[in-house]
């Protein structure tokens, strides 16, 4: 007889909901998935999820291209397990949840705003694409 596993949701925040978040939520999606759903939304999301993080997502056969950043304000009612702000801005302004949620902190740098080539930035979102991977993913599965 096998047991069924509850899904826990995760909300994951940064300040546009256009490369850090949106790529946390396709890894904890593919990676913890049955045991962790994510949605991702931002304080003043961007217009679009940047190409950048889609290629970078893509190159580990995660697709995020259909993703659309979001405002958080809209998901504030859901009754989510855990909040992650993944940014520094969001982190400071965080909205008030209705309801009790743990809410944890883990910082990475804003590969938007990375400089040079193409190719030099797309290098910049791989990078923290692995570094969520790392950091991030242990954090919630550990909250399990």
Do not use: Y
């Amino acid at each position: 007889m096998s047991k069924a596993i509850n899904t826990r949701k995760v909300l994951i925040l940064c300040t546009g909901n256009s490369c850090r978040s949106q790529m946390a939520e396709g890894l904890v999606n593919s990676l913890l998935a049955g045991h962790w759903h994510a949605s991702s939304a931002g304080i003043r999301p961007a217009d679009a999820v940047h190409p950048l993080a889609i290629r970078a997502m893509a190159e580990v056969g995660i697709d995020i291209a259909a993703n659309r950043p979001k405002l958080v304000d809209t998901l504030l009612d859901e009754p989510w397990d855990l909040v992650v702000t993944v940014c520094d801005s969001a982190r400071e302004s965080c909205p008030l949840f209705p309801r009790p949620v743990e809410q944890i902190h883990v910082s990475f740098c804003d590969p938007a705003g990375a400089a040079g080539s193409e190719a030099e930035r797309l290098a910049v979102f791989r990078a923290v694409r692995d570094e969520i991977r790392a950091r991030l993913l242990p954090e919630i599965e550990r909250r399990r």
